[in-house]
């Protein structure tokens, strides 16, 4: 393996669900109505959809969603869903010492949240960057993944990717890439060491 792909939110930050169910107790809601939402609405599912794919921003997805979920208040609303996730500081130093021994790395992610990347980072960070709303397609979608590892110069067998979705690790190795299901740089970092022959850790 040649290659390192990774997704942001829930990879490179804390996890996005537990920010989330954040602010859903804050709303005054079931911690979980916005996963339920997204789960068993296929409106708001196609909502999210066009958000990702560059079709429809954030701002009209927050009027949209407001009153799916039973929130009065829309303004802001991404930015509140978003509020609680912080940077994952092992994952984001282990990017960097992948890149360092000779890793190519990559960004792929899906959009909506996109406000919260720090780009200033990215030069440093990734050999490519992949964002599902400036390509006009979504993970788990295959092309999209083909275009992340052209865009670090590697062929999808030689590149490894971690999210923290069974549907995007599903669609990952689809097109023949190696996919680590992240639920922790505990579990994740050492079997990235093992699949790049890398040192990500002092």
């Known amino acids: 393996m040649k290659g390192l792909l ?3 939110g829930g990879v490179l ?3 996005v669900f ?8 804050d709303e005054g809601l079931d911690a979980d109505a916005f996963l339920r939402l997204m789960s068993d609405n296929e409106e708001a599912r196609a909502d999210l959809r066009a958000v990702e794919t560059g079709q429809l921003d954030e701002d009209e997805f ?3 969603l407001g009153p799916r979920l039973g929130v009065a208040d829309s303004e802001g609303l991404i930015d509140r869903l978003f509020a609680r996730i912080r ?6 130093a282990a990017v960097k ?19 919260r990347y720090d780009r200033d980072s990215f ?6 960057v992949t964002i599902s709303g400036e390509v006009g397609l979504h993970k788990p979608q295959p092309e999209i993944f083909e275009l992340s590892a052209e865009r670090i110069g590697l062929p999808p067998e030689e590149c490894v990717f971690v999210d923290d979705l069974r549907e995007n690790c599903a669609g990952a190795e689809a097109v023949g890439m190696t996919a680590v299901l992240h639920r922790g740089a505990d579990s994740t970092l050492p079997e990235l060491e093992r699949l790049l022959s890398v040192d990500l850790e002092t």
């Open 62 to 64: 927050a009027r949209r």
């Open 18 to 25: 537990e920010s989330f169910r954040e602010f859903c107790r």
């Open 97 to 115: 010492r992948a890149r360092s021994q000779g890793v190519r790395t990559g960004l792929l992610s899906n959009s909506m949240g996109a406000g």
């Open 13 to 15: 930050t804390s996890n």
């Open 123 to 128: 030069s440093e960070l990734f050999d490519g």
């Open 6 to 8: 990774v997704d942001f």
């Open 87 to 92: 940077p994952d500081e092992r994952m984001v």
